[in-house]
């Protein structure tokens, strides 16, 4: 329950809906009796009054009701009310114990899954596919070798030479490397120079440091190309699995500078050399 309450006179809480009861909702372990309740919203102080909430109930009661009866009048034979004091309602979710808009904003995300790397999404001029895509392929979610290892086909499609994981398909293969190479000398982008490369092992690492290292009025545009050849590597690598069709890296490379044309004409900002 997102709140607690301490009964006083009973007048603010709720019979059925509220946890005032040893810590429990009425309507909860009583759910049968709560059914058969002509008056579900009655407060515990009218309730109480000369037994009216037994009142409210239907006749005909089954085993269960009955069941359900008896267990809920024993544990109202120790409820004594305090007419001098009010009920307090504490809101769990605060340090203040008070119920605001923003503790009920921030409650919906209990338990999620952080997500640390925001600025490698939101900050690259991408169109959505393009994100979308990155996003999988930090989480390590694309279908790499996992799937493909059910027809025991697991090599990278680029290199035909290593196990195929995120990482190795969309950075470390040979094949992906020299794109890169290129890329950088294409946009005039220093941190995406094999140079500037340390040890790594997963996409994040590997983008977040070519974010860092980029001069900050260089960082979205460094982005945006992580994202248009990361998404294009990936579509090199579906179309020789599934159409059997490969692309010379000159004649991939011609693509990638197309699409970074059509880019900057929507307003990318991409610095481009085709040489």
């Known amino acids: 329950m997102a709140t607690r309450i301490t009964l006083g006179d009973g007048a603010k809480a709720s ?4 946890a005032w009861l040893q810590g429990q ?7 049968a009796l709560y059914n058969i309740s002509m008056r579900k919203n009655r407060s515990v102080k009218e309730a109480l009054a000369h037994d009216t909430w037994l009142m409210d109930l239907r006749s005909g009661l089954t085993e269960q009701m ?40 921030i409650l919906q995300f209990e338990g999620a899954i952080k997500f640390d790397c925001h600025h490698l999404i939101w900050g690259a001029w991408a169109t959505g596919k393009c994100r979308f895509f990155v996003w999988t392929a930090i989480l390590s979610k694309i279908l790499t070798a996992d799937v493909l290892l059910r027809s025991n086909n697991y090599f990278c499609p680029l ?10 398909l969309l950075v470390d293969c040979p094949w992906s490397r020299l794109v890169w190479d290129a890329i ?10 094999l140079a500037t490369w340390n040890d790594s092992s997963d996409l994040k690492t590997w983008m977040n440091m070519r974010f860092r290292l ?14 248009l050849v990361l998404w294009e590597i990936w579509l090199e690598r579906n179309r020789r699995i599934f159409s059997l069709d490969s692309r010379q890296i000159n004649v991939f490379l011609k693509k990638v500078a197309d699409e970074i044309h059509h ?13």
């Open 15 to 18: 019979f059925w809906n509220d």
């Open 25 to 31: 909702c009425p309507k909860l372990f009583a759910p």
């Open 66 to 105: 009955t069941d359900e009866l008896t267990n809920l009048a024993a544990l109202l034979d120790d409820v004594q009310l305090q007419p001098d004091e009010h009920d307090s309602i504490v809101w769990r979710f605060s340090q203040k114990g008070s119920y605001s808009a923003r503790s009920a904003y």
């Open 159 to 168: 290199c035909m030479r290593n196990l195929e994981t995120t990482y190795h």
């Open 184 to 193: 950088a000398t294409m946009t005039k982008l220093p941190s995406l120079e």
């Open 214 to 227: 980029a001069q900050a009025d260089n960082r979205k545009k460094v982005l945006t190309v992580m994202h």
């Open 263 to 275: 880019w900057n004409m929507a307003g990318a900002g991409i610095p481009f050399d085709p040489g």
